[in-house]
C-alpha cells in the first residue's frame, strides 16, 4: 500500500525557516502532482503549494516568494522550503499526491499524509 510520510515540522521564531519533506512509499509507478495543504485552527483548509510532475509550481498568493516547492522524482518526494516564517502560517501542514500508480494496477488514487504542524512563534 501506498504511505505518505511527513516531515520537518516544529516550531520556529518568526523570520525562520523549515522545511518540509513528504516521501510516497511503495510499488509506485508514476504521481502526478504533489503538494502541501495547510489549515489553522478554525480555517479551512488552503492549498498552499503544488507542483506537477514536470515541475511546474503555484503557490497561494500569501507564500508567494517565501516558500519553494520542489520534487525529486526518483526518491518519490515532494519537499516545501519556508523562509521568512510568519505566525499567520501556523497550521498543520498536509502533503498530498495526485494519481499514485502502482505496479500492476491499471487506476490511480489520491492520497493525503497525515498532517505536520507547524507553528510560528517568538
Known amino acids: 500500500q501506498v504511505q505518505l510520510m511527513e516531515s520537518g515540522g516544529g516550531l520556529v521564531q518568526p523570520g525562520g525557516s523549515l522545511r518540509l519533506s513528504c516521501a510516497a512509499s511503495?510499488?509506485?509507478?508514476?504521481?502526478?502532482?504533489m503538494g502541501w495543504y495547510r489549515q489553522a485552527p478554525g480555517k479551512r483548509r488552503e492549498l498552499a503549494a503544488t507542483?506537477?510532475?514536470?515541475?511546474?509550481?503555484n503557490y497561494l498568493d500569501s507564500v508567494k516568494g517565501r516558500f519553494t516547492i520542489s520534487r525529486d522524482n526518483a526518491r518519490n518526494t515532494v519537499y516545501l522550503q519556508m523562509n521568512s516564517l510568519k505566525p499567520e502560517d501556523t497550521a498543520v501542514y498536509y502533503c498530498?499526491?495526485?494519481?499514485?500508480?502502482?505496479?500492476?494496477?491499471?487506476?490511480?488514487?489520491?492520497?493525503w499524509g497525515q498532517g505536520t504542524q507547524v507553528t510560528v512563534s517568538s
Open positions: 511503495g510499488s509506485i509507478v508514476s504521481i502526478n502532482a
Open positions: 507542483i506537477t510532475s514536470d515541475g511546474s509550481t
Open positions: 498530498y499526491a495526485e494519481n499514485i500508480k502502482v505496479a500492476r494496477m491499471q487506476v490511480g488514487y489520491d492520497y
